[in-house]
C-alpha cells in the first residue's frame, strides 16, 4: 500500500506565499511523476502543477510565475512554493503520484488533501 501525506496549507493574506509538501511512503519502487491538483468549491478539480522523475514541469497558465514544482526523487517528496498568492487560489490542494509499486504495477495515488485559503 502507499501513502501520500500533504501538509503546508493554511490561511494567508493576498499577496502572500505557502509552501507544500506531499511526502510518499509504502510500496513504491519509483514514482515516476508527482503532481498538484485543487479542488475550489462548487468547482471541479484542475492540474496545478506536475513534475515527473526527469524533472520536467507543466503548470496551469493560472498559476505560471507565481508557483513553483520541485521534487527530492530520494526522499519521495513533492513540494509546491506558492507566491504572489491570490483569492482564487483556495481551494483544497491535493497531491498526486504516478509510481510503479515493487512488483513492477503501476499505479497512481491521492492524497487526501490540504486546505489553503487566500483572504483579501
Known amino acids: 500500500q502507499v501513502r501520500l501525506v500533504e501538509s503546508g496549507g493554511g490561511l494567508v493574506q493576498a499577496g502572500g506565499s505557502l509552501r507544500l509538501s506531499c511526502v510518499a511512503s509504502?510500496?513504491?519502487?519509483?514514482?515516476?511523476?508527482m503532481g498538484w491538483y485543487r479542488q475550489a468549491p462548487g468547482k471541479q478539480r484542475e492540474s496545478v502543477a506536475t513534475i515527473t522523475s526527469g524533472a520536467r514541469t507543466n503548470y496551469a497558465d493560472s498559476v505560471k510565475g507565481r508557483f513553483t514544482i520541485s521534487a527530492d526523487n530520494a526522499r519521495k517528496t513533492a513540494y509546491l512554493q506558492m507566491n504572489s498568492l491570490k483569492p482564487e487560489d483556495t481551494a483544497v490542494y491535493y497531491c498526486?503520484?504516478?509510481?510503479?509499486?515493487?512488483?513492477?504495477?503501476?499505479?497512481?495515488?491521492w492524497g487526501q488533501g490540504t486546505q489553503v485559503t487566500v483572504s483579501s
Open positions: 509504502g510500496n513504491i519502487a519509483s514514482i515516476n511523476s
Open positions: 498526486n503520484a504516478d509510481l510503479t509499486e515493487w512488483l513492477g504495477r503501476y499505479r497512481n495515488y
